[in-house]
């Protein structure tokens, strides 16, 4: 590697932004799945370096972001129970449902304590057995054997205090489905690293196979997403789309096989709303019946309605790459980070509130 | 949400978790998801889960995508 690869990091980049100059003619439309790495590339002013023949766009990598209006007002609807405590990851606070929010909710007395990670989720229901605990469980292959691992704990210890309200998603069937789609048209996908941790490379084979999108795994530093940008341009320019890994320090080709076993042990898949995108088949991990005493769904009949997202916001056109945020009438003037009209604007990983964010700071290029 | 930080396992605690450091930062997590975990190992953790090794070194791939870089890009 030393030999071709130089040791000052500014000189890699630079000298992977001109390959991909050279690479990418014609030009290509290349999709970033990962809410980290679209807040990556503003944070290391990666879209400065881009060849204008590249064009990256944002999907639907960030879980709240993609949580249907459904979800959260199912969500919201469990913090009115007086005996209920509600357990959830801090993203999932300020997202607006129908009328009300998380936070709001809390304000007014609701118990809503912020978790940050499964395993406190499950301490809250030990710790007080007077009490139901709720755990709001989003999040994708990353987020899901967590879950899984603290259902099959409940089970063993026979607890009957903690429920789940699993909205859990995968990320291969949105991939699909956005490779399938004709107003999207992408020529390459940068898969999500540590979604890939868990999956493996063989579950997205199916997007080269039958679409010829070229795909690469990338890390998250400067270097690895500009990588993984060259890897893509070379598969296209050859015309040999295949899912490369440029982060094998972590992702394993066979994904994390214990990890799997985990989640197949608790979930089976079925169809599941992604906001944006529509049911997507066999797109959601959802308990099992054997676990359905953990369900929220099962013991309290929450119910997940088709709800119509908010009046005005785009998330569902942002998450498709279809519009940069900023094409939002709301955005900047309605809707800001601290005012959010959708999901994107309240996540961290939210491309909406990433352009806002990177906007102020000056870290864009207007290419148009 | 699905950033992931890589901490070094600093003592194993029981069958399932141990402490790990995080920077200067010592925190208990949950090793379910790692089978044959030790101490001294690279992990990566979220949401407070270990769910990978980390390896030190990338491998392969990179090094052949070098040397086309070098071709293409120049000196
Ligand atoms: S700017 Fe706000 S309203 Fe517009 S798409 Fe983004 S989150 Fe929705």
């Not at chain 1, 590249?54 to 879980?63: F, Q, R």
């Not at chain 1, 999956?199 to 690469?216: D, H």
């Not at chain 2, 978790?17 to 979220?46: C, F, N, S, W």
């Amino acid at each position: 590697m030393q030999a071709h690869r130089p040791g000052d990091p500014r000189k890699r980049v630079e000298l992977l932004s001109k390959a991909l100059s050279e690479l990418a003619d014609p030009p290509i439309k290349v999709m970033e799945v990962c809410g980290t790495h679209t807040v990556s590339i503003f944070r290391q002013g990666l879209r400065t370096l881009l060849p204008a023949k590249i064009s990256l766009v944002s999907g639907p990598g960030c879980p709240v972001c993609v949580t249907s209006q459904g979800e959260i007002d199912a969500a919201l609807s469990l913090a009115s129970r007086e005996d209920t405590t509600i357990a959830t990851y801090g993203d999932m606070l300020r997202v607006p449902g129908t009328g009300t929010t998380l936070a709001e909710e809390r304000s007014r007395g609701a118990d809503v304590r912020v978790i940050t990670s499964a395993d406190e989720a499950l301490s809250l229901a030990m710790n007080d057995r007077t009490r139901s605990v709720v755990f709001l469980a989003v999040g994708f292959e990353t987020t899901a054997p967590a879950t899984a691992s603290v259902v099959l704990d409940a089970w063993r210890e026979g607890l009957d205090n903690f429920m789940v309200l699993d909205l859990h998603k995968s990320v291969p069937p949105a991939l699909g489905a956005l490779a399938s789609d004709p107003d999207v048209n992408l020529d390459a996908f940068l898969l999500p690293g540590h979604v890939s941790v868990i999956t493996g490379l063989a579950t997205y084979r199916f997007l080269p196979e039958r679409f010829g999108i070229a795909c690469a795994v990338a890390g998250f530093e400067a270097e690895g997403i500009m990588m993984a940008l060259v890897e893509v341009a070379r598969q296209i320019r050859m015309k040999r789309p295949r899912v490369a890994s440029l982060y094998s320090r972590a992702v394993r080709p066979q994904g994390n096989v214990a990890a799997r076993n985990v989640m197949d042990r608790v979930f089976t898949l079925g169809d599941a709303p992604w906001r944006g995108l529509g049911v997507i088949p066999s797109s959601g991990f959802f308990l099992r019946k054997e676990f359905a005493r953990f369900d929220a769904v099962e013991r309290l009949g929450v119910a997940v309605k088709e709800t119509p997202p908010p009046v005005g916001c785009r998330c569902g056109e942002v998450l498709k790459g279809l519009i940069d945020p900023p094409f939002c009438d709301l955005f900047g003037r309605s809707c800001t980070p601290a005012h959010p009209v959708g999901p994107c604007m309240v996540s961290t990983e939210g491309s909406c509130a990433a352009y806002y964010r990177f906007q102020k700071r000056g870290y864009l290029d207007w290419k148009d | 949400m699905c950033l992931a930080i890589p901490h070094r396992v600093i003592a194993l605690k029981g069958p399932n978790r141990a402490l790990a450091l995080a920077g200067p930062v010592e925190v208990e997590i949950r090793t379910d998801l790692v089978p044959h975990i030790k101490e001294g190992d690279m992990v990566l953790v979220h949401a407070g889960f270990a769910i990978e090794r980390l390896l030190e070194e990338e491998t392969g791939e990179l090094e052949k995508l070098w040397e086309e870089i070098r071709e293409l890009a120049g000196p």
